[in-house]
């Protein structure tokens, strides 16, 4: 029989839509353990998907159907983040609805998700358009509201004219739109925000208890950005006014040569004197201009003197108060002291603008004449600070915030760089936001009844650019009652951000249908929480900590058990285009996976996508390397009919290169090293060819244990070699084979004979051999090289024999 992968892959998909292979309970009617297996759920692109995007899929059924081979009912569900910019400014590019764009581009999708033949349960589909699910996103949005987490804001927010919305600090990067890559600027708007900061610490401390990759770790810990130190108050001199700055060195206080405000910050243009008005005015408006991610990148520092000053509490000396745009307004309190002695980016500010200098932390007590550079060192001895001087900086650096505390010039206080996120989008295709402004009453929540507050359907959505949602041109759907007093009011017009939906999606799917509930506990308590979560490491901050964020929320009112939603973390690397190119189809180096599974089958794409490199990281697509695979998959084929029908008795070989093979692909696929599986396959296949040339045919075990291990990477042609070696019911409920460590062991092993250490010899012995039978051995085989006296022999169980000589 011919290798014919049109046939049999057909064959299988219909025979798995009739009977499926993930029952809830075993062969004995008791219930099985869950595992939920999850993707990152795509936004559907009218694109398409390409190779890449296999990638990732291909991943998390390997580990679904592995895991479904252990003994574990497999919850893995597909749904579609389809809400949000992607989908609209393609709608926009094709000159159509967004609703009619994203179905057809879901449709689209389906079809080529199901050509990778994944275990996906498609009675858990989601997709965060339907009115059924964002229901519940808006019954969230609503309870964080009642919790005081949801409130409304007017500040200067990232701004891309482009997608004509605000973005979060999270969707700047480097200086541009995440989304559509324009150059991002700063836009006073009414905002709804959500406050994540109120869970900065639960976010940061639970990062232990995460069975994630340590960068990604890093990069949620770094982005929230704990820190100790004091607030400390400057008074401002001839005023009342006192300018509270946040420091992590308070210990340097007396090195605090001037002060830099935020140009955003709330006393900035007052502290102009006449003769400074006019630069103030003019760099207040050039730094509106920027993005929070240029202004902190920014190589060159620019800034302007105020012309006012504060009072350095601790010493009574004047300090000139500056405007500079890398300082933020909404980190710490948008204003800092400034020690150029000791910090680099200080250091080149007071060059540039000529201020002064003082050191007052040295390397054993000694001040450095004509300082070039900040001394950065963390420890050192305290000079030029008053009573502080001869201290250890270290010891001064814990104590200080107390000693400020105490002196009433300031407090010991946290801070963090995360902040509270900015959750509008003056966009139409977006969950509207369930709240009614009313004169009387203020913001009110819609009853959680009357959920979900549908989008109306309107013909024209494009972006207004005026900072106000389309919605707001609907009078029909802005206007209504007001639902605590019935007055006249206006519906909020914003709408909520891409990220709403896939913070909580993967709740939903074990509970798609419930609509009294977000989801039941005794579904949660079944199915919940995400075992394993699959994606690029490219949401290593925003959805990743979003959903974090959601989590614990909902936890704490109740819905889940769980703070945690996904206990392990696989980032699948990229694939590219030639010289490591992201694939788009702007570049024309998309390539397409639906040519490749009809001339090779899904099974041989399915098993190149992983052979191409280490799943963690990127990899260079070259289609040529399909053909490999394909020959691969050929040879077992033709393994298998040779062998079937010729009731081949196991060989000590056989038995040795079978167990070898289990031990291998299990302890390579339990690492994640799926790359390593697939050559692993082909060495050991080329193994059992030559063992069947010698024997006239492999045992029916061995043939019965490859196609098992073959099940996850390649489940079409497993199934009909597990039915064509006479099994009646489905390879997946075979169980994944258990290897005999002493199976594998070698009869003989062949050990290197050294003479004074350079090789003179091999010799082949029993693995078990002596060490006075292997020494004797060794001496015999190199007899005719000896030519002085043995002063030493030495055997290294199953390495060298060295045989020392004078």
């Excluded at 046939?7 to 219909?14: L, V």
Aim: net charge negative; charged share 25%; hydrophobic share 35%.
């Amino acid at each position: 029989m011919v290798y014919n992968h049109k046939a049999i892959e057909k064959k299988w998909r219909e025979n798995w839509e009739k009977n499926p292979v993930n029952p809830k309970v075993d062969k004995d009617g008791n219930k099985k353990q869950k595992y939920y297996c999850l993707d990152m759920f795509p936004y559907p692109s009218g694109n398409g998907l390409h190779v890449g995007h296999w990638r990732g899929y291909v991943i998390s059924d390997v580990w679904s159907r592995y895991k479904l081979l252990q003994g574990y009912y497999i919850v893995h569900p597909m749904g579609w983040d389809a809400f949000g910019l992607p989908a609209e400014n393609y709608a926009i590019k094709m000159g159509v609805h967004p609703a009619k764009s994203t179905a057809e581009n879901v449709a689209n999708i389906k079809r080529q998700i199901n050509e990778i033949a994944a275990l996906y349960d498609w009675d858990m589909e989601v997709n965060t358009t339907d009115p059924e699910f964002y229901k519940w996103t808006q019954w969230i949005f609503v309870k964080m509201f009642k919790e005081g987490l949801a409130y409304e804001k007017e500040f200067p927010i990232n701004w891309c004219p482009s997608c004509k919305t605000g973005l979060a600090n999270e969707e700047v990067v480097n200086g541009k739109c995440e989304r559509c890559g324009t150059e991002v600027t700063k836009k006073n708007l009414r905002q709804w925000m959500l406050k994540i900061t109120a869970y900065a610490e639960r976010l940061l401390n639970d990062l232990d208890k995460l069975d994630w990759p340590e960068k990604v770790k890093k990069m949620q810990a770094d982005w929230i950005g704990k820190s100790y130190g004091a607030e400390v108050d400057f008074p401002v001199e001839g005023r009342d006014e006192k300018i509270t700055v946040y420091t992590t060195r308070p210990d340097t206080l007396y090195g605090a040569t001037f002060m830099v405000l935020a140009p955003e910050h709330a006393l900035a243009a007052s502290l102009a004197t006449p003769e400074t008005k006019d630069a103030v005015e003019k760099y207040i408006y050039e730094a509106s201009m920027k993005s929070n991610v240029d202004r902190m990148q920014d190589k060159e520092k620019t800034g302007v003197f105020t012309g006012s000053y504060a009072i350095n509490p601790l010493n009574g000396e004047k300090t000139p108060i500056w405007l500079s745009d890398y300082v933020l307004a909404d980190y710490g309190t948008g204003a800092i002291m400034c020690v150029p002695a000791h910090d680099d980016r200080d250091f080149e500010f007071a060059t540039k603008f000529k201020i002064p200098i003082i050191q007052v932390i040295a390397k054993d007590g000694k001040e450095i004449e004509n300082m070039t550079e900040a001394y950065t060192e963390a420890n050192g001895t305290m000079i030029n600070s008053g009573e502080w001087n001869g201290m250890e900086s270290a010891v001064l650096k814990k104590e200080a915030p107390h000693i400020i505390e105490e002196r009433g010039i300031g407090r010991a206080t946290v801070n963090y760089k995360l902040r509270d996120w900015v959750f509008s989008r003056q966009r139409y295709w977006g969950e509207p936001i369930p709240i009614v402004h009313c004169p009387d009453c203020g913001a009110v929540p819609v009853p959680e009844e009357e959920l979900p507050l549908r989008l109306p359907d309107v013909e024209s959505y494009e972006p207004t650019g005026t900072g106000e949602s389309p919605l707001a041109g609907i009078e029909e759907w802005v206007n209504c009652k007001c639902p605590v007093c019935g007055k006249p009011a206006k519906r909020e017009t914003n709408t909520m951000p891409q990220w709403a939906g896939s913070s909580w999606y993967f709740l939903r799917y074990v509970d798609n249908h419930n609509d009294k509930e977000l989801v039941s506990r005794e579904k949660a308590d079944e199915m919940l929480p995400v075992d394993m979560y699959i994606g690029g490491v490219e949401h290593a901050v925003l959805h990743l900590l979003y959903s974090r964020f959601y989590t614990k929320f909902l936890y704490d009112i109740g819905v889940v058990d769980f703070d945690e939603p996904f206990h392990k973390l696989f980032n699948q690397g990229m694939i590219t285009g030639k010289n490591g190119i992201k694939m788009s189809k702007s570049k024309g180096n998309v390539v397409s996976p639906d040519d490749l599974v009809r001339d090779y089958g899904c099974d041989s794409l399915r098993m190149y996508e992983l052979f191409v490199g280490p799943p963690e990281l990127d990899a260079e697509w070259d289609d040529r390397g399909i053909d490999g695979v394909s020959r691969f998959l050929k040879k077992v084929w033709g393994l298998v009919m040779d062998s079937k029908d010729k009731n081949i008795e196991a060989t000590k070989e056989m038995i040795k290169e079978r167990n070898k093979l289990i031990y291998d692909v299990t302890t390579r696929l339990e690492n994640f090293s799926l790359n390593t599986v697939i050559s692993g396959f082909m060495e050991h296949t080329n193994k059992l060819v030559e063992i069947s040339k010698k024997a006239g045919g492999i045992d029916t075990e061995t043939l019965g244990s490859m196609a098992v291990l073959l099940a996850p990477f390649a489940p079409h042609i497993a199934e009909e070699i597990w039915e064509q070696l006479g099994h009646n019911e489905t390879v997946f409920a075979a169980g994944w084979p258990a290897y005999d460590e002493e199976a594998m062991k070698d009869d003989e092993i062949e050990i290197a004979v050294q003479i004074n250490g350079k090789t003179r010899a091999v010799v082949a012995l029993a693995a078990d051999v002596s060490k006075e039978d292997a020494l004797a051995a060794g001496k015999a085989a190199v007899a005719d090289k000896l030519t002085g006296t043995i002063v030493k022999e030495i055997y290294v169980p199953g390495r060298i024999i060295n045989i020392v000589q004078k």
